[in-house]
């Protein structure tokens, strides 16, 4: 469905934006393939790896509508991955948080609307689920927008939705560079934050893949979520730091022992496909639309009242082989 088509990313620069420009054109047979980002040497470094005819290097901010406006210009499906994801600098700088992940989603979804984008999908995350820091706060408020965005689209042909998943193995930030890095540097203990704490884990291709299938899918409005394993933290350290030993540190503000996907609050909005969950909206559409049969023929059932896909209480884990195995380059 890529092929001959206009698609943009926001946040293009960063390590989903990577992995999804070198499927997208291992895969697809694209028009264009704009990289909208604000950080010129990244789009530098990405236009060396990537400099296939198709691709164009935007240099804007989600928070500028008018440069958006002008990127957007005969676009047929965006990508918003742009957000200020750390949680500790969300927590110090809580403005520069709202502006990006709030302002920035409104901006995007304003001007897909103008522009006429045929579809646009929202990368979202565990933390918007019950939150307790700023980061979580603005992710939800962000999913919140694109959600109800469709219900002011008329009769326009404009369609968003959302896709939320765990953590990313390997992404930037992450917690598992951090471990290697510190196996690489010989460090005499890991750090832990507590040995309770579990996580929802994707790999960057298993993410691309589901934002893919996801515009295939979709009908405007979904949540879409994958069914990913869990690992506790001390159990990932111990996989990638063996006989190193383990220091608590106690967990950092804004930090959840366990993240969900979705809480058991929202379990009568939830519907479960073979791979995947779907979250209902919460509010009604001028349009009639059975997410129980998406696009594909695909049906999908509700799950039972009071469940709550949670990283505690998956049924999926990831033993110590697995995830090594996730990690290979």
Not at 73 to 83: C, K, S
Not at 179 to 207: G, N
Request: hydrophobic share 40%.
């Amino acid at each position: 469905m890529f092929n001959n088509k206009s698609i943009l990313i926001t946040g293009g620069t960063g390590s989903f934006g990577h992995k999804f420009v070198k499927s997208i054109l291992n895969k697809y047979t694209p028009q264009k393939v704009i990289v909208y980002s604000r950080d010129e040497l990244k789009q530098y470094e990405m236009e060396r790896e990537f400099n296939s005819p198709v691709m164009r290097y935007f240099l804007g901010d989600v928070r500028d509508r008018d440069r958006l406006r002008l990127a957007l210009r005969g676009v047929d499906y965006v990508i918003h991955a742009a957000a200020l994801k750390q949680i500790p600098a969300a927590e110090y700088n809580p403005m520069e948080c709202i502006k990006t992940n709030i302002y920035g989603a409104n901006n995007v979804i304003d001007v897909a609307l103008e522009q006429q984008v045929e579809k646009v999908i929202a990368l979202s995350t565990d933390k918007a689920v019950n939150p307790i820091n700023l980061y979580g706060a603005t992710k939800l408020a962000a999913d919140k927008l694109f959600v109800a965005a469709n219900n002011i689209v008329g009769e326009m042909k404009t369609r968003f939705s959302v896709v939320r998943y765990g953590n990313v193995v390997g992404s930037r930030g992450s917690v598992v560079p951090l471990f290697q890095k510190l196996v690489r540097e010989k460090a005499t203990e890991i750090p832990i934050t507590d040995p309770r704490m579990t996580r929802f884990w994707i790999t960057l291709q298993q993410s691309v893949d589901l934002v893919f299938n996801s515009f295939e899918r979709m009908q405007g409005g979904e949540i879409f979520i994958p069914k990913i394993p869990s690992m506790k933290m001390i159990d990932l350290a111990e996989a990638l730091a063996p006989g190193v030993p383990i220091k608590i540190i106690g967990i950092r503000p804004g930090e959840k022992l366990h993240e969900a996907m979705f809480s058991k609050e929202s379990s009568h909005l939830a519907l479960e496909f073979a791979d995947h969950y779907v979250l209902k909206p919460t509010i009604e559409y001028s349009r009639n639309v059975d997410y129980a049969r998406n696009v594909l023929g695909e049906r999908g059932i509700a799950v039972s009242d009071g469940f709550e896909y949670s990283s505690e209480t998956n049924t999926e884990w990831l033993t110590s082989y697995q995830l090594l195995d996730m990690i290979k380059p």
